[in-house]
């Protein structure tokens, strides 16, 4: 009895030592796993649930076509006969789950627009949909009574984009801190793309077509700049910065010191910065760009009077429909400037003005479209009305509800810079302003257009791609010929969309060779003056009509300066403006067979040292170039 005692003493003590073992050489562990089961039970299903047929004012013959629902669309088709007619829709939106609902914004869109048919829809802006709940509203189509024609156009389509989201009982559901897989970017709720993380890389910076699920319709001003920081402008006219952080804001303020600025002066900058992820950032109202122009542009009015003659005049008081704003200071390189329009109308009124000052019209020229975009001040005489530029925009004012234009990519030069931009992705834009870089000339080695921009500012990139979906028809900008600009432009791949090359876009640069797409129609003047081209090449089946020459006031015309040794020119242009191809080394000029040529300058080829055999193959001999030999050129015609 006693040993046993002993021993199991003996044992116990050896336990408690082998325990004091364990903790010294962490030979022992003990794993305690806790567990359980996280349901999401939130919901959220807002869906369209009824669309009916409310009502149809048959003055004439209004009938409903067609109509159907899914759960993300509505769609229907009606027929008008007469002025008065009108058919209306009730559409209901309801909330199936049970997470409230904000509607955030309502956006109507019509395409093929015309000024005789008129959509319109209730008002629902920023409605609550509790759960549970629904709402209806209307939708209406009218042959105005207004009216004073038939509309020309079919297949008018009006497109209504509701979005809803997260609310909390109070206000919209916000984040505290902007931080997704889309961090890299900084977007504002209309689709601005406010600002870049350059941590995130400069080598080609990919744009998406959303960030953290919100389209990226346009730039803002400065969104590339160094030290992750934007700048805007509000209501109140007050630049704004905004900084991705703390550190961000102290380095800029840094190098504000390091180029002379005051502590006065920074100190009232600061004073109206945010940073990035604030709450005051929340309630920033930025400046419009349809503000900007409204305040500075320059007022005029177009109209057509009883015998059909257009008038375009500048006017003082608020009966104006254009506004023409020019985006730049008068230091900087002219660009494309812009005429905006209060509706469609008046745009396509003032296009058929410019039209009707196109000098290839004298002449007969069948196509009459595009040389708005061409269209140049210093030949027009003195007592008309005109606006300062060469190359004109035309776009409807009430689509410029965004932050300022974009002006610069980077102004601090001791950054890392963005090499290339690509855009390829971001669908939803339809306007690039301009990403010239005004601060040193720091270029881009490469950009990649947005695919769905029409009518393109060139942008000042080494190499300029458009993608295969792009749907860009005119290409502007002017350079003057400033030394800043010339050479820039080493590549571009022109789109088979494109209508319009406009002038001096590719002055200085040094392209050896050209091909022009079968799609170009007019080409301006000065458009590849003096760029080194050793060959031109026209696509197959061109549809160009108009190769236009010097312009009072320019340097020359569209090919002049070059070293074009042979040229072969399209059966289908019928115009062929001043020293077109004046000052190559030319000596051999055809045209295709049966070509539709008109009109030719006698100074088309002026200032060519080699003698020229032109062959002509137009139906009849142009009255100022005979057959035979004039002026160093051998003129032969082929029927």
Known sequence: MRDRKKRNIIIGSLCCLLVFMGIGYAILSQTLNISGIANMRGNWNVKITNMELLSENKTGRAEEVSHSFTDTTATFTADLYMPGDSIEYRVTVENQGNIDALLKSITPTTTNRSEGIKFSHSEIDNTVLTAGKKITFTMKVEFLESATSIPKVDNVKYNLELVYVQYDGKSEYTPAVEITEDSCFMISDDGTLLSYDRSCGTDNVAIPAKVNGIPVKRIARSAFMAFDTAIATTQNDDLVYIFKNEDTKTKCIENMRKEGSTDERINEIMQASYIYGSTELNALKLKTKKDYIIENGEKYRVSKDSTGTIKFEEVTSSDYNIIYYQDFDSEYPSVASTCYCITNADCELLKEYYRSKDPAKI??????????????????????????????NFLTLDTQNYVNYMESLYYYTDESKIEALDFSNAIYMDDLDILGVHMGFDLLKKIVIPPNIKNLMIPFAEQIVFPKNSKTEVIMGYTDGDANYANIIKSINFPNTLKVIGNGIFKNTKFASINIPSSVVRIGYDTF??????????????????????????????????????????????????????????????????????????????GNSNPINLTLTTPTDLSNWPAGTNDNITVVYER
């Open 363 to 392: 002449y007969g020229v069948t196509d009459n479209t595009y040389f708005e975009y061409l269209y140049n001040r210093r030949a027009r005489s003195n007592d008309e009305v005109g606006l300062e530029e060469s190359t004109l």
């Open 529 to 606: 003056n003096n760029s080194e081209l050793t060959s031109l090449s026209f696509g197959a089946n061109s549809n160009l009509v108009a190769l236009y020459g010097e312009f009072e006031g320019s340097s020359g015309g569209s090919f002049a300066n070059n070293k074009l040794t042979t040229l072969k020119i399209p059966k289908s242009v019928e115009y062929i403006g001043y020293q077109a191809f004046a000052d190559n080394n030319l000596t051999t000029v055809s045209f295709e067979s049966n070509s539709k040529l008109k009109y030719m300058d006698s100074s088309v080829f002026g």
